[in-house]
């Protein structure tokens, strides 16, 4: 069974967001930059199955400039068997990436493709989706549950108050919540191992934008609160802030 | 040209999104020039004449049994059958399970763009101008749209709904397609959440917990409060980590974003990644011991205690001017 894992690189949670001298991205100045934790989900899926099967593939590809080889070194680190990376020296858009990654998946046939929910970047849960129709796949989005019977998957997703579970044929595209498993750290072999293992570095086709940035801007700063007071003898006065002040109860 | 609204529909019900959306393509209209029309995928009709009040003036139902329960690739088809029908400038989804799923399929059929969980939009020069939080909130981002339609999906609870007085929305059969083929996933059954409780992201209040709760078990003292204010129970990453909550009562960077009438933090430090998640929240409070947490910079009422004494009393303060105004 071939499994590819899209995975993307991405500002680690932590980052205090400062926007570059072009009002339109993020400075990258100082940030630390790590394995989007909604895609480990994904690649622990995927691997798991790998072992439980006893064979098969796993194949992870990202899009991006020449940074993201480490993060596809930590993914292959993890316990990947090969890397396809994307070479993009420009950002773009949700669509612009998904047709890459679709031209460079499409010839390789896989019988599952993973991806994170959404990026914790640009939170734009978009590719996996936009994939699943390009590839003319069945696909589920926020998968949060996974049981594979042969050549079929149970999943579950979470909706608004409660989960719907869905029946796929494979060949199918997932995307992963969490929650859905608990993913592996690399170990000293598997730091050792990844280094030897292949990055095959391809181009990305020229893409016509959909998107136009205009601008990031930080959001306005909440205006100071105030301490209502120490312990249970503040609650009169915390109700009455909220009944009289801000009128929420 | 006109503004197409994609109307959600779960159990023969329309959902509570669907009027937000249908409140923003009405003020896009006046801008932008209408009419607003609305495309439904459903088995059955779930009432979309009364849609009128909320802004459509028409509305096209794709309807086939297998719609009962959502199906993406007959949606998506649905829908880019109701886009090529209307050719509308502008395509609103509201930016829940179905319709984040559905969207980027929607968008990426036509090759066009998407701006996914728009919590503004606006028009400039007759062009839509959409803005969406990223880094969970950290930041906003403003997109435009070279080409049409322009698609954007938008938070529930951040727009408004409007009420029209007069006449109900025609009803019009939308012809389409339908590939049993392409539908090769299958919803077989909804399985409720314990106790089938709002979801965070619809939450008109929200009282969540975090380490300082010392244990799942304590959960039952944010539970009561929840239950007193009407509020969802929310939880921090840490206590999600840690297996005391579901991931779905996560709020924050790897969690849900909300933004409720009223945020309530119980023994939440208030680390970058959580502040994100629920700081466009109306009304803040924070209940910890810590006077120096970082909550405290973001709460607009702070109560520094112990919150196994407080949140208790404040429970009981609630339920009483719940009876006296009840």
Redesign the interface.
């Known amino acids: 069974m071939l499994q590819v894992v899209c995975v993307k690189q991405v500002a680690d949670t932590e980052t205090r967001v400062k926007v570059a001298a072009d009002g339109k991205s993020l400075d990258p100045a100082g940030v630390t930059w790590i394995l989007n934790p909604y895609d480990e989900f994904a690649l622990e899926q995927a691997l798991s199955i790998r072992e439980k099967q006893g064979s098969g593939e796993v194949v992870v590809i990202s899009l991006g400039g020449a940074g993201v080889q480490s993060t596809l070194r930590s993914a292959l680190a993890m316990g990947a068997d090969r890397a396809i990376h994307v070479r993009a020296d420009r950002p773009c858009d949700s669509l612009g990436v998904a047709r890459a990654l679709a031209a460079e998946i499409a010839p390789l046939k896989p019988d599952m493709v993973w991806l994170g929910r959404q990026a914790v970047d640009d939170d734009a849960a978009q590719v996996g989706p936009m994939l699943a129709e390009l590839l003319e796949l069945p696909g589920v989005t926020m998968v949060a549950h996974f049981e594979l019977d042969g050549s079929k998957a149970v999943v579950e997703r979470e909706i608004e108050g409660g989960r719907e579970v869905v029946e796929v044929t494979l060949p199918a595209l997932f995307t992963t919540d969490k929650g859905l498993n608990q993913p592996r750290y690399a170990s000293l072999k598997g730091i050792m191992a990844a280094k030897k293992k292949p990055i095959d570095e391809k181009p990305a086709a020229p893409a016509e934008p959909v998107l136009e940035v205009v601008s990031l801007e930080l959001p306005p700063p909440r205006g100071a609160g105030r301490i209502v007071g120490q312990g249970v003898a503040a609650i009169p006065d915390l109700i009455r802030a909220l009944r009289e002040e801000a009128k929420v109860i | 040209m006109s503004i197409l609204a994609f109307i959600e529909q779960r159990n023969g019900q329309v959902r509570p999104v669907s009027r937000e959306v249908l409140g923003e393509a009405t003020r896009l209209a006046e801008k932008l020039g209408g009419p607003v029309v609305g495309v439904c995928v459903a088995a059955s009709d779930p009432g979309l004449a009364g849609l009128g009040e909320a802004g459509a003036t028409r509305v096209l139902l794709a309807k086939h049994e297998a719609f009962a329960?959502?199906d993406?690739?007959g949606y998506?088809r649905a829908v880019v059958a109701a886009v090529e029908a209307v050719k509308p400038a502008v395509l609103l989804f509201g930016a829940?399970?179905?319709g984040?799923?559905?969207?980027?399929?929607v968008?990426?059929?036509l090759?066009?763009?998407?701006?996914?969980?728009c919590t503004a939009l606006s028009a400039e020069g007759g062009k839509l101008?959409a803005t969406?939080?990223?880094?969970?909130?950290?930041?906003?981002?403003?997109?435009?749209?070279?080409?049409i339609p322009a698609i954007a999906s938008l938070r529930p609870r951040a727009f408004a709904a409007v009420t029209r007085n007069g006449s109900a929305a025609a009803v019009e059969p939308l012809a389409f397609a339908y590939d049993a083929q392409?539908?090769?996933?299958?919803?077989?059954?909804?399985?409720?959440?314990a106790g089938?409780?709002?979801?965070l992201?619809?939450s008109e209040?929200i009282v969540s917990g975090g380490r300082g709760l010392k244990g799942p078990e304590n959960f039952k003292v944010i539970e009561e409060l929840a239950e007193a204010?009407g509020a969802t129970v929310g939880a921090s990453r840490a206590v999600?980590d840690a297996g005391w909550r579901?991931?779905?009562d996560?709020v924050g960077?790897?969690?849900k974003?909300v933004s409720p009438?009223?945020y309530v933090a119980v023994g939440i430090s208030g680390?970058?990644?959580h502040l994100a998640g629920m700081?466009?929240s109306?009304?803040?409070?924070a209940i910890n011991k810590d006077?120096e947490a970082p909550i405290?910079?973001?709460?607009?009422?702070?109560?520094?205690?112990?919150l196994f004494?407080?949140v208790p009393?404040?429970t009981k303060?609630?339920k009483e001017?719940n009876e006296k105004s009840g």
């Open positions: 329960q959502y993406a690739a998506a829940t399970a179905i984040k799923d559905l969207a980027p399929r968008a990426a059929r090759g066009v763009g998407l701006a996914n969980d101008i969406r939080p990223v880094f969970a909130g950290k930041a906003n981002l403003k997109l435009a749209f070279p080409r392409a539908s090769r996933a299958r919803v077989t059954r909804l399985a409720a959440s089938g409780k709002a979801d992201t619809e209040v204010l999600v579901p991931h779905s996560q960077q790897t969690g974003t009438k009223l680390a970058i990644q700081s466009s109306r009304c803040i409070v006077p405290f910079k973001v709460a607009d009422y702070g109560l520094v205690g112990d004494e407080v009393a404040l303060a609630v001017l």
